[in-house]
């Protein structure tokens, strides 16, 4: 167990719908990242969220936007879903800002889109 | 900017035998490099880093990898699998002075057949 909670574990939603994925970081962690796992672009870095404030921004689609609250917890916003925005959504957190040899992985949420 | 090859999409390895997973990558300046591990249905779990000092880095479950910088690569080896390793297993990198995005490769699956 990596101590990084994401729910839910399954989403199953219709196209052009919207979604919130919810991660909790590890205990103490200020840093919180995104990554999308897909069949045809792999793993890919979507965003980075310190101490509640946007520090690093990857191929993160317009239609996605994720926020970092104060209790630490973040969440991803994905809408107007497409069938190519199925994935799997994992979360990571580490201690500090550029603490990336340090981070863990949550389980992630695989979300399909029909 | 930098990018992460595994040469091998997928290596089939009979249980005992010894493997070695390829990993090359392409950066202008020092990097991180790690290596994941991830289970059927699972997250991401490190396997091992190279922060710096001995290019010889030893991780969990009996792996090891080393680190090339000459030929930029980090080779991921183990003298014995056990059909509990087939998995799914990344090369990741990391900019020093970016410090917040791991850039990952496309992924090796290694296959243990008894």
């Known amino acids: 167990d990596s101590g990084v909670t994401q729910t839910p574990k399954h989403l199953i939603t219709a196209t052009g719908q919207r979604v919130t994925l919810r991660c909790s970081p590890r205990?103490?962690?200020?840093?919180v990242y995104w990554y999308q796992q897909s069949l045809d672009q792999g793993l890919q870095f979507l965003i980075q969220?310190?101490?509640?404030?946007?520090?690093a921004k990857g191929n993160i689609l317009e239609r996605f936007s994720a926020q970092q609250f104060p209790d630490l917890h973040s969440e991803l916003n994905l809408s107007s879903l497409e069938l190519g925005d199925s994935a799997l959504y994992f979360c990571?957190?580490?201690?500090?800002?550029?603490?990336?040899?340090?981070?863990?992985f949550g389980q992630g949420t695989r979300l399909t889109v029909v | 900017a930098q990018s992460v090859t595994q040469l091998d999409s997928q290596v089939p390895v009979f249980e005992e035998a010894p493997v070695e997973l390829r990993c090359n990558y392409s950066s202008s300046v020092s990097v991180y490099l790690f290596w994941y591990v991830q289970y059927p249905n699972q997250g991401l779990q490190l396997l091992l880093k190279y922060l710096s000092g001995s290019t010889l880095v030893k991780g969990i479950n009996g792996f090891e990898a080393e680190f090339n910088k000459s030929q930029t690569s980090f080779h991921l080896r183990k003298p014995s699998v056990h059909i509990s390793d087939t998995a799914e297993y990344f090369c990741?990198?990391?900019?020093?002075?970016?410090?917040?995005?791991?850039?990952f490769g496309g992924g090796t699956r290694l296959m243990v057949k008894p």
């Open positions: 990741a990198v990391s900019e020093l002075d970016a410090g917040n995005m791991l850039t």
């Open positions: 205990s103490g962690d200020l840093s």
């Open positions: 969220y310190y101490n509640g404030e946007e520090r």
């Open positions: 990571a957190s580490s201690p500090r800002l550029g603490g990336l040899s340090e981070a863990f």
